[in-house]
Structures are given as structure tokens and as C-alpha cells.
């Protein structure tokens, strides 16, 4: 939660800048997405990527969290609290220059809770069927 309000306090041209160095070093590395799409392209891809990632590792540590000291029906409760968190950093970017706070974040950051429950669903489906084999 930190690092995404560390990220979420910067203005527009600093978060411009981490996203435009990412881009560049992913060119160095051989995957170069801003010639193919553009650079501004690339960098709202980059923007939108980091939203999902950042939001999936919070939605995964939270439930990790929760396991261990719960035992039923945990899965809600990291997901509720990953969402929560998307809208109030939305709200806080309200204040910050350069920035805004846009409803359609909130759906992008929902997008790596998401994935998260589709890993857990899929995790759990799996060892469900090695615990219980069909006959």
C-alpha cells in the first residue's frame, strides 16, 4: 500500500518519467513496444499495466494475509479491502498536480483482483480434483 501511494503522490511528469524509463529499458532488453504502437501508446500501456500488477500483488498479499488467520470464506475480504484501497488512491490523486482520479482506474485496478481470483479459483479446482480423483 506504500509503494502505490509513494507512485500515487508523484506529479504527472515524475510518473511520466518512471513510465517513459520502463519503456526504454524494456527496449534495451529487446522488446521495443514504443516503435511498434508509438510512444504515447506505449506509455498508457505501460500506466495501465503497472495499475493491474500493483493492484494483483496487493490483492495476493492481502489474501495470503488473511489465510493465515482466517479459515472460511477469506477470499472476499482481500478482495474488498484491494478495491477500496483502488477508489481512496483514485480520490488522493484528485489532489496531486498533473494528476486525476478517473472511476475507469478503479475498473483497470479491479482487473488484477481478478486475476488473483482466477488464480485462487484455479489453485484451489486443482487440488480439489487431486484430494477428490474421479473413480
Not at 495476493?60 to 488467520?69: E, N, T, V
Not at 475498473?107 to 486443482?126: C, E, Q, R, T, Y
Request: with cysteine; charged share 15%; proline share 1%.
Amino acid at each position: 500500500m506504500g509503494l502505490i501511494f509513494f507512485f500515487s503522490s508523484q506529479n504527472g511528469t515524475a510518473s511520466d518519467t518512471n513510465s517513459y524509463f520502463l519503456i526504454n529499458l524494456l527496449g534495451k532488453i529487446g522488446i521495443n513496444i514504443s516503435s511498434s504502437m508509438g510512444l504515447s501508446v506505449a506509455n498508457f500501456i505501460v500506466r495501465k499495466t503497472a495499475h493491474v500488477a500493483e493492484y494483483f500483488i496487493l490483492f495476493m498479499l492481502l489474501y495470503f494475509g488473511f489465510k493465515k488467520i482466517c479459515l472460511k470464506n477469506i477470499i472476499i475480504y482481500p478482495a474488498i479491502i484491494t478495491i477500496l484501497y483502488s477508489i481512496s488512491d483514485e480520490f488522493h490523486q484528485l489532489f496531486i498536480e498533473g494528476r486525476s482520479g478517473r472511476i475507469k482506474d478503479v475498473f483497470i485496478d479491479s482487473i488484477g483482483v481478478l486475476i488473483g481470483l482466477l488464480i485462487i479459483g484455479i489453485k484451489n479446482k486443482v487440488k480439489e480434483q487431486k484430494t477428490y480423483p474421479r473413480a
